[in-house]
């Protein structure tokens, strides 16, 4: 209750540009490292998905292949 009773005298600017700014400076390295590890972990599992769609995709043509007497 006492922060909101701080920020309520406060001009619009320090609420809404000068806070925010100062969060940034002081946690960007933490908010840059969380945001390259999932961007890092997405791409990982977009990988792994197109590698078993591939490997799935194989061996089925290799599966309907063989059906058909072609080995």
Not at 18 to 37: C, E
């Amino acid at each position: 209750m006492a922060v909101r009773e701080i920020f309520a005298g406060m001009p619009w600017w320090v609420k809404w540009i000068a806070v925010p700014l100062i969060a940034i400076v002081v946690f960007g390295g933490l908010i840059a490292s969380v945001v390259g590890f999932v961007i890092g972990l997405l791409f990982k599992v977009l990988v792994f998905v197109v590698l078993v769609g591939g490997l799935i995709f194989v061996v089925r043509a290799f599966m309907s292949s063989s059906e058909r007497g072609g080995w």
